[in-house]
């Protein structure tokens, strides 16, 4: 089957205003009239929710952690891109938009990523007005910084913190909506599936995480805005509750779920210490601006640094291979997050890695300190050094940090068009949740544009149109479909209970972490897909035997919360193998072994593989079923990424 | 799973819920690497226990970056443990010396109650910040960005307010589990900023009475919650406070703001 | 009204009270203890006994010297209250004591404020009652020769209701005055009561350790550039001088009693 992403007709830089003119408008006074339903409460959820309830609509949000400030948006450090052109260096919506196009390496739709080019200027007006606290310069004017990839200065940005700041500044907004009566905030409570009345979303089931309640919510809408699914690799950037629950449910209530395979690996995280680890640290790529990578240039200068034989600062400059400097004169440290991702780990495979464990290759501000001062390096970057040596218990004002690629996002999710809507009418998926505009690699500093673009601007516009459709009738949550949704959720959530086996669920994560990172991380193979395939379904058999789950439903259970979003893991991790398996090219953060130019870089497959690939459920341990929207290119030409 | 050498005795804070008696409950940590953080220490706790068909501790956690502000633990008399400036999370067990004895506690204070072993329930400090801790503007404003300049002392400083992760630990700290830091800190944000005038006064009383209605103690500018934050929010942001509600209450014209509900 | 009512009922209204009575209390510390200092001078209680006269006679200075009394009640109060609802706001204890960094002063003001308030009461029973409403005290007589300017003084036997004379006779100012010298003489020549007194500076100075620059945070006035002076007059003016200064009364009259 063919999808239809509806996109609009006409010229790019009018798609949009096209397209919100001919969308249907709810009456002012019906909007109340009508219940929106809003998983998540990070950028895309919280930004949503507040919107809408702003509207007139009626809102019920929903979060697993504690409050909607938690969400992990907030950790977002480096900062958000905006087309305003404020640094006069020749930046514009048009540039904004190939950037990001070429950045995702030509596998997302030109008319949402215009689109997203387009608000982002609308976004950073709406922050400032929220109180958001961006850098200024002396004059009082907001500051820019360039970021990963971008020859322009168009990031904003809040110290080390930005994400904290914008997420802090759409809690505001939605806590506005609260106070009003328009939000019905429902925290720790986790979704757990969605409810579809002839085919259509009409409400979600939820546990309470005190009490363990089950319940059904009613709606004209669902949007699930539950952020990303880099938790499948175990250990990521993700915070540990990040998951894919609601997101995989509505996958298997219908839901296609797009490009799964599309995994942005971050260059500079602090690298692993052992097997205790349960989480990666993001070093902010802005470190990347005045600090250097590399590696030693031989195994036998690696191999001392191993043991500790000798500290970095000894190497000599000769010794020294500046990899990125020396691949990408044009870049330098600059490059794309997947192209300086995909060069740590080839140091390492060269045998040429760092660190105790040899994972690692080097991030060296000596040159910066040297050149700028100790005060300056520090000013701009003394939280992140700070973070560091608190970590490692490292001074990296006197060694240069060590740095290794670690999961970070994910471009992939459901499947929407251009208006949010997933192929379920009625039900959205907004920000890391869907795949939409990031294509196969994103970009720094978009992450947070295109949550905030989606919550703010783009569902306030496209929902109304659905609502106007299917009119202000209460949603009839008698019907059947409730019920027997509910009961679903109660027999899995019985069957995960009866796990009494030998192995925690924590175990089984981390060793399907393992083989997604072993198979399907940085550099994929046939054979090697091939085998996560079966490594995958023989460790979810033995889960759903030889798993532990302690404890009851009717009381606060971090170890049944865990087990259910393992669970899904377990199945999605297949989906994604079979995504990659599917795509024999390389694109972006998909790196295919068997497809890659003379000198090493991804090489596309144009004629074969400018679609996006979404996959539908067809039933437990039933193959999925491919579905392709085939990308067209109207405005740009497809060329080979280079950043020589 | 163990890596490390390091052999621990905690004593930990164990309650079913919010309605029963708690108790301390001592577990040993065997096998700790110095490089764990905190959290991964108990983990591995956690994992032992479930091995055994025990439920493990609860404690509350979700970033482990400490930005999200989600975890807390009262850690042998410090909030987030010994160390300054950092949340519980980001606390490496090289703080700690092989055969120490640890005592963790939850959160105490009326206004946070309980929920289960160390997680306490911190939505009074989303009520508090529902009740006025916003700038009323809808989506789509239309003023630039750059059309009203602050002087980046200014902005510096509100963003120094701003970075409150609302972990809790000023109140944890606080002999009276005052909360007036917390509140502080988003009044003075917006109350510097030019965004944030038009509900300067109205805003200030409205949090400081949900403040109150929650049973948070009063602040005796001990100074305590300044040294225990995580994000170094400094004291003067209470005193900020202070100043604009007294100015609001005493001086000024408008009350506490009420909004219309569009209804 | 009610509007009032409500703000000095909230927590910040109620800190107020506390601020600005305790700093009306430290201003009254400076004149009392500008006073006091007359027991130094070597006159035989002259111009103590003369300046006590003055300060419970002049009625503009009996107004505030209610006013005082109020502000020490009121102070005493609140701070009950505010104590009870801080119990109150943690009402399960911590099993580890808390470690976080705060001065000793600043977490035992009720302490240091109870010891202060029995000290009031004793110090005030002593000399401010029995001054005002007992017949304990004696009378003095101070002739002094006003071409000579020496001074003579001795016993007066008054008759009841007899408060205050000043006269001149043949060129000699006879000036007949309640004896509160004698009474604080004789007081201070007591080693316990002088303990006493020297621990309840040490309390004051505590105090007002925390207290003088607590009350300037709590009134909201911070300033980068005056925060500082506020601290140091804190610390050295009513930390160290006042309570000096005080506690240096009882110290030398016992040690004069000695001989």
């Keep these: ?644 | 799973m163990s890596t490390g050498n390091m052999n621990l005795t905690l004593k930990v804070w164990r309650q079913k819920n919010a309605d029963t008696k708690g108790a301390f409950v001592t577990y040993k940590a065997e096998g700790i690497s110095p490089d764990m953080s905190f959290l991964e220490m108990l983990d591995v706790v956690n994992e032992g226990l479930i091995h055994k068909g025990d439920e493990p501790i609860h404690f509350d956690h979700d970033c482990r970056e400490g930005i999200c502000g989600m975890c807390s633990l009262y850690i042998n008399g410090h909030p987030h443990g010994p160390k300054n400036a950092i949340t519980t999370c980001q606390l490496h067990m090289r703080t700690f010396h092989d055969g120490e004895i640890i005592v963790i506690e939850p959160w105490r204070a009326a206004a946070f109650p309980v929920i289960k072993d160390l997680a306490v329930d911190r939505s009074a400090f989303d009520r508090i910040q529902q009740a006025g801790g916003f700038v009323s503007v809808n989506t789509g404003v239309t003023i630039d960005a750059n059309a009203i300049p602050i002087p980046k002392v200014i902005a510096d400083e509100a963003f120094n307010s701003a970075t409150c992760i609302g972990c809790g630990a000023c109140v944890a700290a606080c002999k009276n589990a005052s909360a007036m830091l917390f509140v502080s800190a988003k009044v003075t944000q917006l109350g510097m900023l030019p965004q944030g005038q038009p509900e300067r006064y109205s805003r200030v009383q409205a949090m400081v009475a949900q403040m109150d209605a929650e049973g948070f103690g009063n602040c005796t500018n001990t100074g305590a919650c300044e040294a225990e934050c995580p994000k170094e929010i400094k004291m003067t942001n209470i005193s900020r406070m202070n100043n604009d509600f007294f100015s609001a209450k005493l001086f000024r014209e408008e009350g506490v703001h009420e909004h219309a509900t569009g209804e | 009204m009610s509007e009032f009512k409500q703000t000095f009922n909230s927590s910040l209204g109620k800190k107020l009270i506390m601020a600005l009575t305790g700093l009306f209390l430290c201003t009254f510390l400076i004149v009392h203890l500008g006073g006091n200092l007359l027991l130094f001078s070597n006159d035989d209680g002259f111009g103590f006994n003369v300046y006590a006269n003055f300060l419970t006679h002049f009625p503009p200075i009996e107004v505030i010297a209610y006013l005082l009394y109020l502000s020490i009640l009121v102070h005493a109060l609140y701070a009950l209250i505010l104590t009870i609802k801080n119990r109150k706001a943690r009402p399960v204890r911590y099993a580890e004591v808390n470690k976080s960094t705060a001065t000793w002063s600043s977490k035992n003001m009720g302490l240091l404020g109870s010891i202060l308030f029995l000290f009031l009461v004793i110090h005030m029973g002593d000399f401010w009652f029995n001054y005002k409403f007992s017949d304990k005290l004696g009378f003095k007589e101070y002739k002094t020769d006003l071409a000579t300017g020496e001074t003579k003084s001795g016993i007066y036997q008054a008759s009841p209701g007899f408060e205050k004379s000043v006269s001149v006779e043949n060129n000699v100012e006879i000036v007949r005055v309640k004896d509160l010298h004698a009474r604080v003489a004789s007081s201070f020549s007591n080693l316990i009561y002088v303990i006493f007194y020297v621990i309840a500076m040490f309390a004051v100075s505590f105090h007002l350790l925390h207290g003088f620059q607590s009350a300037f945070r709590t009134l909201g006035w911070v300033h980068r550039k005056y925060t500082p002076i506020v601290s140091a007059i804190g610390t050295w003016l009513f930390a160290v001088i006042i309570p000096l200064g005080f506690a240096a009364m009882p110290v030398v009259y016992y040690i004069q009693s000695l001989k």
Excluded at chain 1, 341 to 364: I, T, W
Excluded at chain 1, 474 to 480: E, L, N, Q, S
Excluded at chain 1, 513 to 532: D, N, Q, S, V
Excluded at chain 1, 570 to 596: N, P, T
């Design chain 1, 1 to 644: 089957m063919s999808l239809d992403a509806k996109i609009p007709e006409g010229p790019l830089a009018e798609k949009w205003s096209k397209h919100k003119f001919n969308l249907k408008l709810v009456n002012p006074a019906n909007k109340r009239k009508y219940d929106v339903i809003v998983v998540g409460t990070g950028l895309a959820g919280g930004a949503a929710a507040a919107s809408l309830a702003e509207l007139g609509y009626n809102v019920k949000a929903f979060c697993f952690q504690d409050s909607p400030r938690r969400a992990h948006s907030i950790a977002a450090q480096g900062g958000i891109n905006a087309a305003k052109n404020y640094q006069n260096d020749g930046d514009s919506v048009y540039r904004l938009f190939y950037d990001t196009i070429k950045g995702g390496d030509y596998r997302a739709r030109e008319g949402n990523v215009y689109r997203l080019a387009e608000v982002s200027v609308n976004i950073i007006d709406q922050c400032v007005a929220q109180g958001v606290p961006f850098a200024r310069e002396y004059g009082g004017l907001l500051d820019n910084r360039s970021f990963g990839g971008s020859q322009v200065s168009r990031t904003f940005y809040a110290r080390g913190q930005t994400g904290q700041q914008l997420l802090l500044g759409a809690y505001s907004a939605l806590n506005r909506q609260i106070h009003l009566g328009k939000v019905k905030m429902y925290t720790r409570t986790e979704m757990l599936d969605v409810v579809t009345v002839d085919g259509q979303a009409k409400g979600i089931v939820t546990r309470n995480l005190i009490t363990g309640e089950i319940e059904t919510h009613s709606g004209h809408a669902v949007l699930l805005c539950t952020g990303g699914y880099g938790n499948v690799f175990y250990l990521s950037t993700n915070a540990i509750g990040s998951n894919v629950t609601a997101a995989w449910r509505a996958h298997k209530r219908g839901a296609y779920f797009a490009n799964p395979c599309y995994t942005q690996i971050h260059p500079t995280c602090i690298p692993v210490t052992g097997d205790h680890q349960s989480k990666l640290t993001l070093m902010s790529e802005s470190l990347r601006n005045d600090g250097r990578v590399w590696a030693p240039k031989t195994v036998a200068v690696a191999e001392q640094l191993r043991k500790g034989a000798i500290r970095a600062d000894q190497v000599k400059e000769d010794d020294r291979d500046y990899f990125l400097e020396r691949k990408y004169p044009s870049f330098g440290n600059l490059v794309p997050r997947d192209v300086a991702s995909r060069n740590a780990k080839e140091m390492v495979d060269d045998g040429r890695g760092v660190g105790g464990s040899g994972f690692a290759v080097f991030l060296d501000f000596a040159d910066a300190i040297h050149r700028l001062g100790k005060d300056a390096v520090a000013a701009k970057y003394g939280n992140l050094f700070d973070m560091y040596y608190q970590i490692t218990d490292e001074d990296p004002y006197k060694q240069p940090m060590r740095i290794y690629p670690a999961v970070h996002y994910t471009m992939g999710g459901l499947w929407v068009d251009y208006n949010l809507s997933t192929n379920i009418p009625g039900l959205y998926a907004l920000g890391e949740c869907n795949f939409s505009d990031h294509g196969a690699n994103r970009l720094g500093a978009s992450a947070l544009m295109q949550g905030l673009a989606d919550g703010y601007f783009v569902i306030p516009y496209t929902l109304g149109d659905y609502l106007a459709t299917i009119g202000p009738k209460p949603v009839d949550t008698k019907h059947p479909a409730f019920e027997q949704t509910k009961q679903d959720v109660i027999a899995r959530i019985n069957k995960l209970l009866a796990l009494k086996g030998t192995k925690t669920v924590n175990e089984y994560h981390r060793d399907l972490g393992h083989i997604m990172w072993e198979y399907c991380g940085m550099a994929r193979t046939e054979e090697g897909l091939t085998k996560a395939k079966g490594l995958i379904q023989a460790l979810r058999a033995d889960f759903w035997k030889n798993a532990i789950v302690v404890g009851a439903n009717e009381e606060v259970n971090a170890s049944l919360e865990r087990a259910g979003r393992v669970a899904d893991f377990l199945e999605l991790g297949e989906l994604m193998v079979d995504d990659a398996l599917m795509r024999k090219e390389s694109c972006g953060g998909h790196f295919r072994l068997e497809s890659q130019t003379p000198e090493g870089e991804a090489m596309r497959d144009d004629e074969h593989f400018a679609f996006v690939a979404a996959w539908e459920y067809k039933g437990d341990n039933q193959p999925e079923v491919l579905n392709k929207e085939v990308l067209d290119f109207e405005f740009v030409h497809l060329t080979q990424r280079s950043y020589k």
